[in-house]
Structure formats: structure tokens, C-alpha cells
């Protein structure tokens, strides 16, 4: 005998970071793909500005994990070199160029920074909640000045920055209402470090502003969670157990045939960032809506 849910029980928090968030505003088909779909469907080759992002990422904290007698540029580069991510690039010699500008990049950044200004914390997991959603994710660094708490961001894309960049990220937010929480200080100050132009975006949020941005994520959890709960029934009730997945062309793993009434709920949103998509092999609506792109195609000459 099916149970009645208990009048006054609490509803279950939808857990997910930023990043799952700003999928589904991105693409509900695409979120389908990565979060829900069992067994997900294969993504496309590796992006090279993607290796080039995860490798400076990687060695700025490996960085910072130094003992500050070493936190020189010379260690930065040499650190850059040893953990180089060598995947999605045209060729060797590609990738040996990049490697090269990568490491001119985190020279020149840590150059500019106090070696011995220990930051609060380096790749750290924040989290925080509410009475709807539960978020968590993972800040580049952390640093306390004066008082506050400071969210810091690297950013390797090619694209200059602007202040509404920092201003209107979800993501960075979330940090500073997250890192506030745990550590017990106010944080307001969030910055994108962009290492191309060796430039700081900076903004300065308002208890206010990040209330907004918490009521925002909020709302899209709703939206995102109630997606979830019908996919899942539909999985849990209609889809034979143990059938053997089916496959694309090509022999690749392809998504789950889901009902139409699944499948609007998680509908694609086209636009010009399908030919980026890691799954645009397995929409054909992604594939209509522009062409695609070589891995390699985001790095700047």
C-alpha cells in the first residue's frame, strides 16, 4: 500500500552547486544529459582551452600549497610545465606553444602577489542552504582582508572581462554567502582574475544583492528540481531493468529514448553555444543550430 506524504514533513533539498544551476538556465537537454541520463551519453573530444584553463588552475594552487620560501614565478612556471594537461590540441606543436604562453601567464600572476599572504583557502569547498535548496561548490582561493572575506576567481578565456561579469555571476555569490556562513565574516567583495590581460574584475555586493542572487538560485532549484522528479519517476516505473542501452551512430553511447511528455520537460534552448556543446552529436536541434567546432577552435591566435 502506497504512503501519503505526511502533511508539515519537510521537502527534500534539492542538492547541486552553481554550475548544475547555470546548466539548466543554459540548456535543459543538455542538463538531462550530464545529471540525469544513466548511462550518460558520450561526450565529445576533450576542448584544448579547457586542458589550458585546468592546468593554470592546477598550478596556482599547487602554488599556494608551497612553503611561501618557495612561492616564487620560477617554481609557478616550473609547476605549470610538470602538471600541462595535453589534451584536445591540434598537434604537438600546439600544444607545446600554449604550454609555453600558460606558463608566462602564472609567472607573470604570482609575480604580483604578497608570497606570504596565506590565503584563507586555496580549491576550498563551501557550502550553504536554505529552506529549498542545498549548494555547495569549490572557490579558487579565498583571501581575508582587513575583516572581510574575498571570493578570487582565475579566469584563462580569451574574452576581456567587465565588471558586470563578476556582478551578475551566480556562482561567485554563492561563494561569498557560503563562505561567510562557515567562516563566520562577512564577505561582499568577489573578483575575476583574468591571467591573459593580467587584469582584476572586481565587485562589491550588498547583503542585499546577494539576496537576490540566493532567492535566484532558488527558484531555478524549483524549477530544476520538479524536471528531476518527473524524469525520475518516468525511470524508475517505465524503463525496463537491465536493458542493454541504446546505441548511436557510430557505436557511441546514446541517451535514453524518453516519452515526449519527459522529454519537454527538459527541452533544448539553441543558440550559438551548441557548437560547443560536449553533447552535440546526440541533439539534432544543437546540431541545426550552428556548426561544429574543432577543439581547439576557443584558443586565441
Not at 574575498?150 to 558586470?164: A, E, M, N, Q, S
Request: net charge neutral.
Amino acid at each position: 500500500m502506497d504512503q501519503l506524504p505526511l502533511e508539515g514533513m519537510p521537502r527534500r533539498l534539492y542538492a547541486c552547486t552553481p554550475s548544475r544551476l547555470n546548466n539548466w538556465l543554459d540548456c535543459p537537454r543538455r542538463y538531462r544529459f550530464t545529471y540525469l541520463d544513466r548511462p550518460a551519453p558520450r561526450k565529445g573530444p576533450a576542448w584544448a582551452h579547457n586542458s589550458v584553463g585546468a592546468s593554470v588552475h592546477n598550478a596556482l594552487a599547487a602554488w599556494w600549497r608551497e612553503p611561501p620560501e618557495r612561492r616564487t614565478p620560477e617554481v609557478a612556471g616550473s609547476l605549470l610545465t610538470r602538471g600541462w594537461i595535453n589534451e584536445g590540441f591540434r598537434d604537438a606543436e600546439q600544444s607545446r606553444t600554449w604550454r609555453d604562453r600558460a606558463r608566462e601567464m602564472v609567472s607573470g600572476y604570482v609575480a604580483s602577489l604578497d608570497p606570504s599572504a596565506e590565503p584563507v583557502g586555496v580549491e576550498r569547498t563551501v557550502a550553504t542552504r536554505t529552506s529549498v535548496v542545498a549548494l555547495s561548490g569549490r572557490v579558487d582561493r579565498l583571501d581575508r582582508r582587513g575583516e572581510e572575506l574575498v571570493v578570487v576567481d582565475y579566469k584563462t578565456g580569451r574574452r576581456p572581462l567587465t565588471t558586470d561579469d563578476a556582478r551578475s555571476s551566480l556562482a561567485l555569490a554563492v561563494y561569498a554567502i557560503a563562505s561567510s556562513r562557515m567562516m563566520r565574516r562577512p564577505c561582499h567583495r568577489v573578483e575575476l582574475h583574468h591571467l591573459p590581460t593580467a587584469s582584476i574584475v572586481e565587485w562589491e555586493h550588498t547583503d542585499e544583492s546577494l539576496a537576490r542572487h540566493l532567492g535566484h538560485a532558488e527558484e531555478i532549484a524549483v524549477e530544476a528540481s520538479g524536471a528531476d522528479e518527473r524524469y525520475k519517476e518516468w525511470s524508475a516505473t517505465a524503463r525496463p531493468k537491465g536493458a542493454a542501452p541504446a546505441k548511436a551512430r557510430g557505436g557511441d553511447q546514446a541517451p535514453p529514448v524518453v516519452p515526449p511528455e519527459i522529454d519537454a520537460a527538459f527541452p533544448p534552448r539553441t543558440g550559438p553555444l551548441c557548437s560547443w556543446c560536449d553533447f552535440r552529436r546526440h541533439c539534432p536541434e544543437g546540431q541545426a543550430a550552428g556548426t561544429e567546432r574543432e577543439p581547439w577552435a576557443a584558443l586565441s591566435d
